[in-house]
């Protein structure tokens, strides 16, 4: 259980769990993230796909979390090996599972697009370290959900 391993975390250490971080990479629709938030730590949510992200952001205004919608910080990116432009795509079934798809530039993306799936959108990738590196922050769990990426994330 999540929550169990931040409040012995907590305990064990004798740190606050406003103190404690938990990186949410590839948070969907903010699930984890809100659950942890309202436990009482901090959250990095990291999520590309734009109607997720929305999902996320409106979820942090509705009152009954705004109590605890401060801890969390939300970045609209994907995450890889270097800062590049990619596009998002996913399977016309199932549009809300995006996957990352990175190409050379001057290749054409749509032929490297399988059938069945389409473009979504174009995100911004950066490096998790670039993005990681702005906070000083005592991460105790990473929850990564990236569809195959996770490789290039790391």
């Not at 938990?22 to 659950?35: E, K, P, R, S």
């Not at 939300?74 to 596009?87: A, H, P, S, W, Y």
């Not at 995006?98 to 530039?105: A, F, I, K, N, R």
Request: net charge negative.
């Amino acid at each position: 259980n999540l929550a169990k391993s931040f409040l012995d975390y907590s305990k064990a250490h004798n740190v606050s769990l406003s103190e404690l971080t938990f990186d949410d990479i590839g948070a969907n629709v903010g699930w984890f993230t809100l659950q942890m938030a309202a436990l009482g730590v901090q959250v990095v949510a990291i999520e590309p796909m734009d109607a997720n992200l929305n999902l996320i952001r409106r979820s942090l205004c509705l009152e009954a979390n705004k109590a605890f919608a401060d801890r969390v910080l939300v970045f609209g990116n994907g995450l890889g090996t270097e800062k590049q432009t990619c596009v998002m795509i996913s399977g016309d079934d199932n549009i809300g599972d995006g996957h990352t798809l990175c190409v050379p530039e001057g290749e054409d993306v749509a032929a490297r697009v399988q059938i069945g799936y389409g473009i979504r959108s174009k995100i911004e990738v950066e490096r998790l370290d670039d993005i990681l590196s702005l906070e000083k922050r005592t991460v105790v769990a990473v929850k990564m959900d990236t569809e195959g990426y996770e490789a290039h994330v790391l």
